[in-house]
């Protein structure tokens, strides 16, 4: 998906600042901001692939203009509606309407499912395509549903540097398609490919990309 989100390369934006002993949470909301799309997200309705596509769905003045708990708060709030946890009256009103048709989540098995984390590595025998040092061409894809491709790479070469294994395919899982499992790889990229001869040479970008993003160069 090409949104706001997707700044990787981008210019003007001004420098990112470090900021010295930062604080895991700037306030108290961003804690339950947090908290709440966690436990929400243990209910099993839906996987961390849609949820990050729900916050890309932001529009992108309103994404440009908020900060990172929000656009969580936001893209949980449509979550929760698309998923038919609450509607968009008990949202607007604060109010919850009487429900029988949900099944709470503990604490203890919240924090379980948390400490576990998602099964996105699969095992699998499944052949890859491509193999370390193998040189390999970034698809020019635009898709309107969610990709881990960033931007800046499509169209680009690349070299293969290894082999993850067998994971779920985060596009077709963000989108609600299904895991569609395949290799995902390290591909490293010469700064000049991808930021022009101006560029060093001596640097490398190393991303995450899976068999669907390639094509052998």
């Known amino acids: 998906m090409n949104g706001a989100h997707d700044l990787g390369g981008m210019q003007g934006f ?59 708060l936001y893209g949980l709030e449509k979550l929760l509606v698309e998923k038919g946890l609450v509607t968009a009256e008990e949202l607007a009103t604060g109010k919850a309407a009487a429900r029988s048709d949900l099944s709470p989540v503990g604490i203890t098995q919240m924090s379980e499912i948390i400490r576990r984390g998602g099964a996105h590595r699969i095992a699998s025998d499944l052949p890859a395509r491509f193999s370390a040092g193998q040189k390999v061409a970034v698809r020019n894809r635009h898709p309107l549903g969610h990709t881990r491709a960033p931007r800046y790479v499509r169209g680009r070469q690349g070299v293969i540097d290894r082999d993850h294994g067998v994971f779920v395919f985060a596009d077709s899982s963000g989108s609600d398609q299904g895991p569609k499992p395949q290799h995902c790889y390290v591909v490293r990229f010469a700064a000049p490919e991808l930021w022009g001869p101006e560029a060093n040479p001596r640097d490398v970008v190393l991303v995450d990309l899976w068999d669907d993003h390639l094509d052998p160069a």
């Open 14 to 72: 001004g420098p990112v600042g470090a900021e010295p002993d930062e604080p895991v949470f700037h306030a108290e909301w961003e804690r339950r901001a947090f908290a709440l799309t966690l436990a929400a997200g243990a209910l099993g309705k839906w996987n961390i692939d849609q949820s990050r596509y729900a916050r890309e769905r932001q529009p992108p003045a309103e994404y440009l203009a908020t900060s990172y708990y929000e656009h969580w």
